[in-house]
């Protein structure tokens, strides 16, 4: 049984920062890539950034030069470093992870998180 389990979420003024952690955990035998999504009210889930096992990154247009991703392949663990909040960054903000586990056989599949909230207001 695998799980993300996510953390970090909150309310922030606006410029202000916040830093989310995923976990993953069980019987994993690799994790190939790693992300982030981010879901507004109203809005359509959408990428905001994603992470290879090389720990190349690449980043939505409107979080360019605010967000860093990183991961921890020891922990098994994906970071996004947010900086420059503004109230649009306000969403559930969900971990993604495209991992092979398993027991008997192994398997690749996307497995989620259960989402964080991100509240960006003064």
């Known amino acids: 049984q695998v799980q993300l389990v996510e953390s970090g979420g909150g309310l922030v003024q606006p410029g202000g920062s916040l830093r989310l952690s995923c976990a993953a955990s069980?019987?994993?035998?690799?994790?190939?890539?790693m992300g982030w999504y981010r879901q507004a009210p109203g809005k359509q889930r959408e990428l905001v950034a994603a992470?290879?096992?090389?720990?190349?990154?690449t980043y939505a247009d409107s979080v360019k030069g605010r967000f860093t991703c990183s991961r921890d392949n020891a922990k098994k663990t994906v970071y996004l470093q947010m900086a420059s909040l503004q109230p649009e960054d306000t969403a559930v903000y969900y971990c993604k992870a495209d991992i092979v586990a398993g027991g008997s056989f192994w398997t690749r599949r996307d497995y989620w998180g259960q989402g964080t909230q991100v509240t960006v207001s003064s």
């Open positions: 069980g019987n994993i035998f690799s994790i190939n890539n």
């Open positions: 992470i290879t096992n090389g720990g190349t990154s």
